[in-house]
């Protein structure tokens, strides 16, 4: 199986001295193209600093990462302004809609920004998926949180990027939204093969993955296959009271 | 609270000195126009305590002071004299030490090395004669002696080194009496004032009344009194033998005349400064206004949490006027001091005009101090109030909060009222216009008008606001990052109608002073064309009149069509001072086009014309004989006909003859030469410029360099008030720098987020560059819009004064909207960088 993306030795390390923290300490991963992955982990165990590193947001202190061939310790900011543009999807946890653009124009912003014209097809299909036809001329303040997180999601998709990154994406949301996300995002990996990558904390959440990363004090410590939310939460309690 | 305020005060400096920069401005102005003022009152006792004759003798002419040094003008300065024997009169009058007569009189040109007369055109070139007493003369000798006979001349010291000669050398002259060339025998200064920009040649007596006089006499007698002998007391007992038309006036008298006259001749100075201060202030509410709203915006969580653990209301809204004090404290001591500095460079710029201020050392005043710190203080507090408001009703929970977003208040009562406003500014612009007739009226009117449109348009801006920059960005929205520019521009439209009135203001200002000063130009440029037929004009070159030698010499030119000279003698009928032209009648009418309105200009003895608003104004009619006061005396002429008076040619004008029989010295003001049809202009132009070689005190000018010499007058003034006004502009483009500086920290997570997704930094660049060019067009749109309108309505209201043309000058208007978008792309360029280079992962963190 090929990876959408991978890192060998991945650290980052905050500070020098006395307030140095190591938020990644060499940590290997591979995201298998197609699958659903969820990160998991504890406050502080680095699992967003990981998404970073691995999106091109963050840079490294030491290690490669790669997203399909490219590898990104190497890149200007200019290209991976680029990288991100045309081959990344991301959905934040907060604040993930521009607020003066409608909902289509929010859609369709990465594609606008590279000046490339839309796959029409393509951008009607997330709609339809996401379902947001009939609120595609509204403003994201018009639009309940799940309306706005599936927007987002919509957004990930539209410039079919190699690989989505999904920051808690079910943070702000109440169950049944949360769930509409989440059953899309499954749909997305399903039906249109699109690799995504989560961090959540949430077991039932990471119950929608294909498998489960889990990280703590910026290791990777486990993973698991197929999970059930019963399953991860067990774990989860596991490494907690092994920390003591 | 209070050191919470301090804090946050601390934390922003560099934009609250951006924000504060149109308070400083403003308050520098007040203060600079107090220590001006108090500075000018002082040097006034600078004035009194100068050496001077203790009782003036000189010729009530009717004309107001004819001593010292006031300006010269086209009118001629016709030398009124006492006889000698006067002198001798005065000198035996009990009480009286010495009597000097003096002799004194404009138009006695030093010629420079290059064969011009030194010294700009403005200031007047003055003769006198020296008075050989130094408790009494103003004038001082540094070097050298003073002048005795004919040969002799002593110089002021900068007309010295003007004129590049030092004592020894011989000087050239052009004098009333012709030309001379003596040698300097001495340097002079002037006891009270350093200097007036003017040239002076000091004579002895004989020699000032040969010359400067051109017939025996003195123009006025300087006494000095014996001691114990009080000023008033010899006043008195000189004026009983002094003849009837003389004027007797205490040193103390002239002093204050002086004083008099150089408060009033600097007053416009004040109302102009003061006005402007006003303006500056005006502008900086809008600039504090958006700040205060900004950090309070910004501050929302801080705020909500303060209110959390118990602060009440009163104790933020306290906080933020205490902020905003503290601030306009600092502004205004800034002021102050840029106060000084207005000051001393409006002397100084006084002093290159060529105006007479007695030097004195600049004096601030505690009340100076104290006023300029009050209106920096109130100014800031009063910006800050609403923005203090809307801080205390932050709620609590809001610190709880991901996303507060104070809710957006309507705007329906603030375009109600902006309407309402449009409408009574229309209504009294259509009343204004309609009283034209009414000149105080109407221009109260306009005014009103203006303001209360200014007023509409500020009110309006928010809503118009979002559809021009709709409008203007139209060709943009192409692109992904135009659209969010302009959406940027249309979210907040109060802010951004508050950024752009500022910029409105400044240039609402200059384009309405544009369209008058175009206006004024080109009505210029029609009343030459439509009144002088003449092809050339021989003119002083100080403006002084010149003997006749000159018109002799080029009455014969060939190609000439007609030659025709103009006398100048001042006028005074009933107390009303004009000027009285005399002028062939035969050739006169070919040279210059009067248009009758009644009666006839065929002039005989005795007989004048008048310009119709004198003859309203006086209420002169044809054929009815007039009393009027000339040089020497008073004489009956009669009225023969009203002329339509045109720009510069206006008052009385009679034939030659008659001024001759009135005594009127030979010295002509102006001499026109006009082209006969079949001869070439450059040829008549020639042969005039040949024949006017020797008479350095006079320049040839053609119509054109007549229109250009008038013009450059004006464009100096234009010129001042549009530097104060580009000052205006230049803090409204601050202000812009300062709310994009804001506007960008407010929305970091946007622009994070916008990086996020891969948008490049140069896009965000470009994208915070067209959302400032877009609220500066806006500004400069609004600006442009307002200031033509009501230029234009000003140019109406001024018709009656001449300004009969009105001109848009659209090249200087194109230019406006240039600079509008260069400064709103200057001012982008600090928030833009900081705006790429934002950290993307610290901009989208939750927080």
Redesign the interface.
């Known amino acids: 199986m090929n990876n959408a993306a991978h890192a060998i030795a991945l650290s980052k390390v905050y500070g020098s001295g006395d307030t140095r923290v190591t938020a990644l300490d060499s940590v290997d991963v591979e995201i298998e193209a197609g699958q659903f992955t969820a990160i998991m982990g504890p406050s502080g165990s680095g699992k967003s600093t990981l998404m970073h590193c691995l999106a091109g947001l963050d840079s490294l202190t030491s290690g490669q990462v790669w997203i399909g061939d490219t590898e990104l310790s190497q890149l200007t900011d200019k290209a991976l302004t680029k990288l991100r543009r045309d081959s990344v999807g991301f959905v934040f946890q907060a604040f993930n809609l521009v607020p003066t653009l409608s909902a289509l124009e929010n859609i369709t912003l990465p594609i606008d920004i590279a000046g490339r014209k839309p796959d029409q097809q393509w951008v009607d299909l997330v709609i339809d998926t996401v379902g947001l036809r009939d609120r595609l001329t509204h403003r994201p303040s018009e639009l309940s949180g799940g309306q706005q997180q599936r927007v987002a999601c919509a957004r990930a998709l539209a410039s079919r990027p190699t690989i989505v990154f999904a920051d808690e994406p079910t943070g702000n949301l109440d169950s049944r939204s949360g769930a509409e996300v989440l059953g899309f995002l499954r749909r997305s990996v399903d039906e249109f093969g699109q690799t995504i990558v989560m961090v959540t904390h949430d077991p039932n959440a990471a119950s929608y993955a294909d498998r489960v990363v889990f990280l703590a004090d910026g290791r990777i410590v486990d993973e698991m296959h197929k999970p059930t939310a019963a399953a991860v939460l067990e774990r989860m309690k596991a490494f907690e009271s092994a920390r003591g | 609270m209070f050191r919470a305020a301090l804090r946050s005060l601390r934390q922003h400096k560099l934009r609250l000195v951006l924000t504060l920069l149109a308070v400083v401005v403003g308050v520098a102005f007040v203060a600079g126009t107090y220590i001006f003022t108090d500075s000018l009152k002082q040097s006034f006792d600078a004035l009194f305590n100068a050496p001077q004759p203790d009782v003036t003798v000189s010729v009530d002419s009717g004309f107001g002071s004819s001593a010292g040094g006031g300006n010269s003008s086209s009118g001629g300065d016709q030398a009124t004299t006492l006889p000698a024997s006067t002198v001798q009169s005065v000198a035996g009058v009990p009480g009286v030490a010495a009597a000097f007569g003096v002799a004194a009189a404009d138009g006695a040109l030093v010629i420079g090395q290059d064969g011009k007369p030194i010294g700009r055109t403005g200031p007047p070139s003055r003769g006198t004669s020296w008075i050989p007493d130094q408790v009494i003369s103003s004038l001082r000798v540094t070097s050298g002696a003073p002048p005795v006979g004919p040969g002799q001349v002593a110089l002021l010291e900068a007309t010295a080194r003007a004129a590049n000669v030092s004592v020894g050398d011989t000087v050239t002259i052009e004098t009333p009496g012709g030309r001379i060339t003596p040698e300097v025998v001495g340097l002079v200064t002037r006891g009270i004032s350093g200097s007036d920009g003017g040239t002076l040649a000091v004579f002895d007596l004989p020699t000032a009344e040969k010359y400067l006089l051109g017939k025996p006499g003195v123009t006025s007698i300087a006494v000095r009194a014996q001691p114990g002998v009080s000023q008033q007391d010899l006043a008195k007992r000189i004026e009983k033998v002094v003849p009837p038309g003389s004027r007797v006036q205490t040193g103390a008298q002239r002093s204050a005349d002086i004083a008099d006259r150089l408060q009033t001749a600097f007053g416009f100075i004040n109302t102009f400064l003061l006005t402007f201060a006003f303006i500056a202030l005006f502008v900086a509410i809008f600039l504090i206004f958006n700040t205060f709203s900004m950090l309070v915006a910004q501050r929302t969580r801080e705020i909500a949490l303060l209110r959390a653990v118990g602060a009440s209301r009163g104790q933020i809204r306290r906080s933020v006027l205490a902020e905003a004090a503290v601030l306009g404290l600092i502004a205004a001591v800034l002021g102050v001091l840029g106060g000084i500095m207005v000051s001393f460079g409006l002397r100084q710029l006084l002093k290159m005009f060529g105006a007479d201020l007695p030097a004195a050392p600049l004096v601030i005043q505690p009340r100076t101090i104290v006023v300029s710190l009050v209106i920096g203080v109130l100014v800031t507090v009063i910006s800050a109030y609403l923005p203090s408001r809307r801080a205390a009703r932050v709620p609590p929970v809001a610190a709880m909060r991901?996303?507060v977003g104070l809710p957006a208040r309507d705007l329906r009562v603030r375009t109600l009222i902006g309407i309402a406003l449009l409408a009574l500014s229309a209504l009294a612009a259509y009343l204004g216009l309609h009283t034209l007739d009414n000149g105080t009226n109407a221009s109260r009117l306009i005014g009103f008008s203006a303001l209360s449109a200014l007023i509409a348009v500020i009110a309006l801006s928010p809503i118009l606001g979002k559809f021009v920059v709709g409008v203007l960005g139209f060709p943009f929205r192409r692109?992904?990052?135009g659209?969010?520019a302009i959406?940027?521009g249309?979210?907040n439209p109060r802010r951004t109608a508050a950024t752009a009135s500022a910029l409105a203001i400044g240039l609402a200002l200059m384009s309405a002073i544009g369209v008058i000063a175009a206006s004024t130009k080109a009505s210029v440029a029609a009343v030459v064309d439509d009144t002088i037929g003449a092809d050339y004009l021989v003119i002083g070159a100080k403006f002084q009149p010149f003997r006749p030698e000159v018109y002799n010499a080029v009455k014969d030119t060939p190609g000439a069509s007609a030659v025709a000279y103009v006398r100048q003698v001042p006028i005074s009928v009933k107390d009303k001072t004009s000027v009285l032209s005399g002028v062939q009648p035969d050739l006169f009418p070919l040279v210059v086009n009067l248009q009758m309105q009644e009666g006839s200009a065929a002039l005989g003895l005795g007989e004048v014309i008048v310009d119709d608003r004198t003859a309203t104004d006086l209420g002169l009619r044809v054929g009815k004989p007039i009393q009027a006061t000339l040089v020497n005396g008073s004489t009956t002429l009669v009225v023969r006909g009203i002329y339509k008076g045109a720009g510069p040619t206006i008052g009385y004008f009679t034939s030659i003859d008659t001024l001759s029989s009135v005594g009127a010295r030979e010295l002509d003001s102006a001499v026109y030469v006009r082209v006969a049809k079949d001869s070439s202009p450059d040829a008549v132009k020639a042969s005039l410029t040949s024949e006017l070689a020797p008479y350095p005190a006079v320049v040839l000018q053609d119509q054109a360099s007549l229109k250009d010499q008038i013009n450059a007058s004006f464009d100096q003034v234009f010129g001042f008030i549009y530097a104060l006004l580009a000052l205006a502009v230049i803090v409204a483009f601050l202000g812009i720098v300062n709310t994009l500086a804001l506007s960008v920290f407010e929305r970091r997570?946007?622009v994070g987020?916008?990086?996020?997704?891969?948008?490049?930094?140069s896009?965000i660049r470009r994208m915070v560059v067209l959302e400032a060019v877009l609220i500066s067009i806006f500004g400069a749109v609004l600006g442009i819009c307002l200031g033509v309108a009501y230029g234009a309505l000003l140019q109406k209201v001024l018709e009656p004064q001449g300004i009969t043309q009105l001109a848009i000058p659209f090249g200087q208007i194109g230019w406006f909207v240039v600079l509008a978008v260069v400064g709103g792309l200057v001012a982008a360029l600090w928030p833009a960088f900081t705006a790429s280079r934002l950290d993307?992962?610290k901009a989208?963190a939750?927080e």
Do not use: K, M, Y
């Open positions: 991901d996303e692109t992904a990052v659209r969010l959406e940027n249309r979210r997570r946007e987020l916008l990086r996020a997704v891969g948008t490049s930094r896009q993307v992962l989208i939750s």
